[in-house]
Nanobody, 114 residues
């Protein structure tokens, strides 16, 4: 199983980024997925999850700014991040399943400058 996250980078506060997570080796359309993040000096936390049926959950602090989605035809999950804040700076990883993940992507760094 491989989960390959990409799309991170340096952006100014208020800007946008879209992260992608390409999956292989799993039955993607039947998998529940998640985006996690770990900020410097902090514990890793779930940011957004999406089930195989399309049920979505967001961390309260990103509601209204982040959008999780999936394209089963491309075996890819996305995280559209708008109105980014300095406190969104972290390494973002994709994972499956959302709770106690078995599989992790390598992470992509998102840095938001003021």
């Amino acid at each position: 199983v491989q989960l390959q996250a990409s799309g991170g980078g340096l952006v100014r506060a208020g800007g946008s980024l879209r992260l992608s997570c390409a999956a292989s080796g799993i039955s993607f359309s039947n998998s529940d997925l998640a985006w996690y993040r770990q900020a410097p000096g902090k514990q890793r936390e779930p940011v957004a999850t999406i089930t195989s049926g399309g049920t979505i959950w967001y961390l309260e602090s990103v509601k209204g700014r982040f959008t999780i989605s999936r394209d089963n035809a491309k075996n890819t999950m996305y995280l559209q991040m708008n109105s980014l804040k300095v406190e969104d700076t972290a390494v973002y990883s994709c994972a499956a399943p959302p709770i106690r993940p078995t599989y992790w992507g390598q992470g992509t760094l998102v840095t938001v400058s003021s």
